[in-house]
């Protein structure tokens, strides 16, 4: 199966992570257009692995006095994946004084492990993710890769078909999102406390589940959609777009109905604005992988030391 649709299964069950899924509406698959259900199974049944690959993606997102823009490149080779990126921000105070930030990092993964490093004020961090791509997929047929990801689809738009060339507009179920957030979200909860049991009491159920639930219900009301083009020529993905406005701004919306965000001015009006100013939306393009493009990261990066990325700030007040 395209490695890069693997990516997309990452979005799909790892939102509560990083903020990035695939959502959608009620409806089921069997009732929306057939025909251009058909084609996006046939696409998924025929693309092809691409185990050496090269794709740069930005991802854009704005309020009013915030915007921020998150660019990396990736290299696939041999079943591993290498990343280097930017995420840059800019934002101006009540005052009118701007501020502009930048945060350097690199992810590398092999069959076991994914890690993030990332730059801390002038310290290298790095932290090991209990989720990878490749083991999404592990033990699953292609057939079952398909069906799985086909699942999730609400609805297909045939923008463009040709002989070369084919591109959709794909819909995703957010009920079925929900869930499957939820489901991985417990999982990895469960792991956490498992491996880490003197640090069972610092996780407060009541916040944790007040946050799933705001995101839950955020994903299950939202609107999203999936723009695919694929080189039918020799069936590999060419560029691919996400519109994550809605998701952003209906998880916000469902936020507002917190009592503790309802009653603090600051939160509420933050959450007020990404409910209806908001602005979140990726870009992938595939590039020439005959490029041979090397990305090394750094050894003083590899020296970083692991870090429990939300207990940071509190390590960081006692520098």
């Known amino acids: 199966m395209d490695r890069f649709f693997n990516t997309v299964k990452i979005f799909v069950t790892g939102l509560f992570l990083c ?3 695939l959502i959608g509406g009620k409806a089921s698959a069997a009732e929306a257009n057939q025909e251009a259900i058909d ?64 945060y350097p990092f690199y992810i590398t993964e092999d069959k076991k492990d994914s890690i993030l490093y990332y730059k801390d ?3 290298w961090k ?16 292609e057939a079952e890769e398909v069906e799985e990801i086909m699942s999730f689809v609400k609805d297909v738009t045939v923008l ?6 084919r591109t959709l507009l794909v ?16 999982e990895l909860k469960a792991e956490h406390e498992k491996e880490n049991p003197a640090e069972e009491n610092k996780m407060n159920n009541e916040i944790y589940a007040e946050v799933m639930n705001c995101l839950t219900t955020g994903i299950k009301n939202a609107d999203f959609w999936f ?10 993905t060419t560029t691919a777009s996400l519109n994550l406005s809605g998701l952003v701004q209906s998880i916000a919306i469902s936020a507002l109905n917190n009592p503790f965000i309802e009653s603090n001015e600051n939160l509420r009006e933050m959450f007020e604005t990404m409910a209806f100013y908001s602005e979140l939306k990726a870009y992938t393009t595939f590039l020439n992988p005959t490029t041979k493009e090397k990305l090394e990261i750094p050894k003083e990066v590899l020296k970083a030391k692991e870090s429990k990325i939300f207990d940071d700030e509190e390590a960081n007040n006692k520098e």
């Open 39 to 102: 084609m996006l199974r046939e696409t998924l049944t025929n693309v092809t692995e691409q185990n050496d690959l090269v794709f740069h993606q930005e991802v854009f997102f704005s309020v009013p006095k915030f915007t921020g823009k998150l660019e990396f490149r990736t290299i696939t080779e041999h079943g591993t994946y290498k990343v280097k990126g930017l995420l840059d921000l800019f934002m101006v105070d009540d005052n009118g004084k701007d501020e502009n930030n930048e």
């Open 121 to 123: 004020g002038k310290k």
């Open 160 to 165: 463009q078909d040709s002989d070369k060339q």
């Open 227 to 236: 723009t695919w083009t694929v080189d039918k020529t020799i069936w590999k």
């Open 126 to 141: 790095k932290w090991t993710s209990p989720v990878s791509v490749s083991q999404v997929n592990e033990g699953k047929t």
């Open 19 to 21: 903020g990035i899924i």
């Open 171 to 186: 819909k995703f179920d957010g009920e079925k999102v929900a869930d499957a957030i939820s489901k991985l979200a417990e």
